[in-house]
């Protein structure tokens, strides 16, 4: 793999800018449906953000994902709607709740637990969390969920998409950029050190539990964001939004996209966010149409969309990045 | 003068297009000769069988174009699928009204993404005619165009209830519920409704879903002696309920359940008719769905729909299709979803022939069918009950 040059890399960050500023220009060549789109892309691009740091980066097969997302939609939900929390500070604050839900997460990893039963570990903590959501109903509004209260930001109300959708780029490209920087410093080649091979990385005396465990509560941070985003996107939150379906859905956007990579990550969402929307004229057929394409796009390349561009030119390497393998 | 006359002027020009649009707004997805209804559905994903709830109202809209529309116009159904999932409702929702421009919009199986969509339909104006999700908050608190044209969980709740007391001499009832809202949703209204009525509920008991054996509960009932049961439970744990039942010789009480079960299907599930003689549901049509006085509804939707197999939720949506199809009848040919949303609100005790009770909407209550038939096995035939030991 080619690494960029100092030029490149230069180009690399205009661009990385640029994406974001002709994105706000969006907004003008949309109407209410297809900017609800946009907005899910941008929600989606977090999630998986958020799943492939953890199960591409660090190497852990974890599926708290869903459950860090549904910690940060009711979060956001409840001091919104319960509190009376501006749905805007809420954000940040939903990210903790996610990075609190990271670091429960992180407690089987660091105990030494891994591979497939990492994975039944954390799959039951996110069905734990959605009969939480289901049973807490005074905080959760049960199987009713729970509303958002209507809000105005800068005297428009945050029904409008096109305000959510500045709110929500803006907070994205942020927590990319975050990313991004986080996975090019030090700390990120700690992360693929931990992957690659947790025993030689310790005996370098890199403290790999810090790394597992700084890693799951980003991660949580991130997706913990993505569920304030999507409990205003969607306005009303309920439990069935976070069942083993979403799961599956990040975790097929992480894998089209190109697991461990933030440009992946990115082309993953956004492709499986619009897909479906294309497939709605094949009533009937959308999910035999969706399922084909994702196969196609993994058997054509197996490590991602984001392969591609690499393959196109080493502006897309991303420092540190290695393949899974 | 003139500069006041040259600015106003230039504010009437200003506003001409605000103007132009709300003129524009009120005949959307209108032509000559069609009406444009946005139709949202699960047609994929886990709950995909209630798009079944659909069929009958797409199927009543053929025949009316077959019979030459209304005023000239066919109604043509776009269709847009929510996958039972509230963001891909939402998705469906925002683009049949900002991109298919759709005149209205009817359906929605699936309560939860309804709810979802209320306040985007709701802040649209467009007129909404939910035909198969029952729960009450789609429709209440009121919004304008907001219209619910079937039997909302209340409705169906208090329906049990009042079945429960037209048996002579009841006074002790006992319920047992699923401890979820679906149930809670049913036995709510029925606890509202018999406390309305005097009657406190001697025992309420809990049976969970997947739960193999209800001999616990059937023991407690036993001491109580209640004179009939309400029982908010799914299909499977119903039928294992009315065998503990039998089984410790309390199959001569009553039990009324939901609309969520089906007598033939519970009793195909217990395999003995002894366990489902005295079992009564929640039946929101005129018949049985063999019956005389449906054959004619399965008989359009076998014309248009040959290769459908009929089942409750085909013929759900049937009525509200009805009511709208008068509702446009009665405005002529100069239509607008302002006096679309207007007649709707002028509809009284419409009788659908269909649903078991009339459908009635005013500016005030847009919850239009406010009641409920019951089923029960009468000399060992399914019957469509009024009350206790009155046929429909």
């Known amino acids: 793999m080619k690494m960029p040059t100092a030029r490149q890399r230069r180009l690399r960050t205009i661009l990385f800018w640029a994406v974001p500023a002709i994105l706000l220009l969006v907004p003008l060549g949309t109407n209410a449906y297809t900017q609800f789109i946009v907005n899910g892309m941008l929600i989606s691009t977090l999630v998986t953000l958020g799943f492939t740091i953890v199960i591409g980066n660090l190497g852990q097969l974890a599926f708290a994902n869903t459950a860090f997302f549904g910690i940060g939609a009711y979060g956001s939900a409840i001091l919104a709607a319960k509190l009376g929390v501006p749905w805007l500070l809420t954000i940040p604050i939903a990210g903790v709740f996610g990075a609190a839900g990271g670091f429960l997460a992180s407690a089987a990893a660091l105990r030494g637990i891994r591979s497939y039963y990492l994975a039944i570990i954390t799959l039951a903590f996110g069905e734990l969390m959605r009969w939480s959501y289901l049973h807490a109903k005074p905080l959760t509004g049960g199987t009713d969920g729970l509303p958002m209260p209507r809000e105005t930001l800068f005297g428009t109300s945050l029904t409008d998409d096109t305000v959510k959708f500045y709110v929500f780029l803006v907070v994205t490209v942020l927590l990319v950029k975050a990313t991004a920087n986080l996975l090019a410093s030090r700390f990120g080649r700690a992360v693929m050190a931990v992957r690659e091979n947790e025993v030689a990385t310790a005996s370098l005396a890199i403290p790999t539990s810090r790394v597992i465990l700084v890693t799951f509560i980003w991660s949580g941070f991130v997706v913990g964001c993505a569920g304030a985003l999507f409990a205003r996107h969607i306005g009303h939150v309920f439990p069935e939004s976070f069942g083993m379906l979403h799961l599956i859905a990040s975790f097929a956007m992480v894998l089209v996209g190109g697991l461990g990579s933030v440009l992946g990550a990115v082309l993953g969402a956004v492709m499986l966010t619009a897909l479906p929307e294309y497939l709605r004229a094949f009533p009937g057929m959308e999910e035999l149409f969706f399922g084909l394409i994702v196969a196609a796009v993994l058997v054509a390349l197996p490590m991602g969309l984001a392969s591609l561009l690499r393959r196109l030119s080493p502006i897309f390497v991303e420092r540190f990045y290695r393949e899974a393998r | ?392």
Request: aromatic fraction near 8%; charge should be negative.
């Open chain 2, 1 to 392: 003068m003139r500069k006041i006359t040259a600015l106003f002027a230039m504010l009437a020009f200003a506003a001409a297009p605000a103007f132009a649009q709300d003129a524009g707004w009120e005949t959307q997805g209108l032509t000559d000769d069609s009406i444009t209804i946005g139709v949202m559905g699960p047609f994929s994903g886990n709950a995909s069988s209630y798009s079944k709830a659909m069929v009958g109202m797409m199927a009543y809209y053929q025949k009316i174009n077959d019979e030459g529309g209304v005023h000239g116009r066919k109604l043509v159904a776009v269709q847009e699928d929510t996958a039972c999932d509230s963001a891909k409702g939402l998705a469906a929702a925002k683009k049949l009204i900002s991109q298919d421009q759709v005149f209205m919009l009817q359906g929605n199986s699936c309560s939860g993404v309804a709810v979802a969509l209320r306040p985007v339909v709701e802040e649209s104006g467009i007129p909404w005619i939910v035909a198969q999700a029952v729960s009450d908050s789609i429709s209440a608190p009121l919004a304008r165009n907001i219209f619910h044209g079937v039997p909302t969980g209340s409705a169906n709740g208090r329906a049990m209830a009042s079945f429960v007391l037209s048996k002579p001499d009841t006074k002790n009832v006992a319920i047992i519920e699923h401890s979820n809202d679906w149930a809670h949703s049913y036995s709510d209204p029925a606890k509202e409704y018999l406390k309305e009525q005097g009657i406190t509920p001697s025992l309420e008991l809990t049976m969970e879903r997947g739960q193999t054996d209800a001999t616990a509960q059937v023991l407690q009932l036993r001491e109580a002696k209640p004179d009939f049961i309400i029982a908010a439970l799914y299909e499977a744990e119903t039928a294992i309920f009315l065998k503990d039942l039998k089984k410790y010789g309390l199959g001569e009480i009553p039990v009324m359940g939901t609309a969520g079960t089906d007598l033939e299907n519970t009793l195909k599930r217990t395999g003995d008719f002894d366990t489902v003689k005295n079992y009564f549901v929640i039946h929101s049509y005129v018949d049985n769905l063999d019956g005389p006085k449906m054959e004619k509804w399965a008989d359009m939707i076998k014309k248009y729909y040959p290769d459908e197999e009929l089942s409750t939720f085909s013929f759900v949506s049937i009525g509200s299709a009805e009511a709208l199809v008068s509702a446009l009848e009665k405005i002529g040919p100069d239509l607008t979803r302002s006096k679309l949303i207007a007649a709707l609100e002028e509809v009284r005790d419409f009788d659908t022939g269909i649903l078991s009770d009339p459908i009635t909407w005013t500016p005030e209550d847009h919850q239009g069918v406010k009641g409920s038939a019951v089923a029960g096995f009468v000399d060992e035939k399914p019957t469509v009950l009024k009350a206790w030991g009155q046929p429909y």
